[in-house]
């Protein structure tokens, strides 16, 4: 309920600014209509935002972050750092690793992700090329 209210909130708010009747004659009750969907404009693209940062796990300790993923894409890739992105250590087991893998993956995979911000679907596509290699730099080190 809390997400239909706040697509109607908005709705409401533009198809009263520009009907024709108002509450009051002079434009003041647009003024104020105005800065209140604004305000729930700028509130709603505020909880997407952070939705959207949560849900690539940006906030968490062990994460990638701006920073920390540009660092990774630079050189070639080692094994110290294929286990830092898969975020096992290298005595794990290739059943944990697999699974530390797959879970990563489905949380970035492009496809689950088509919904978001062209940004985002980037940035899922760079960490999962990251994921992809750093596996099969993994496994092939274990054969």
Do not use: C
Request: net charge positive; aromatic share 10%; proline share 6%.
């Amino acid at each position: 309920m809390p997400g239909f209210l706040s697509k109607l909130w908005p709705l409401l708010l533009a198809v009263y600014i520009i009907s024709p009747f108002d509450a009051h004659p002079l434009f003041l009750d647009d003024l104020i209509a105005s800065g209140v969907l604004f305000y729930v404009l700028f509130k709603n693209a505020k909880k997407k935002n952070q939705q959207n940062h949560e849900y690539f796990g940006q906030s968490g300790p062990g994460s990638q972050t701006k920073g920390n993923s540009s660092a990774e894409s630079t050189g070639p890739l080692t094994l110290d750092r294929a286990y830092t992105i898969l975020g096992v250590s290298p005595k794990a087991s290739l059943d944990e690793i697999s699974k530390a893998y797959k879970e990563k993956v489905m949380k970035s995979h492009p496809d689950k992700v088509s919904h978001l911000s062209r940004e985002l679907q980037e940035k899922a596509k760079e960490i999962t090329l990251n994921l992809n290699g750093a596996y099969g730099l993994i496994k092939k080190h274990r054969k």
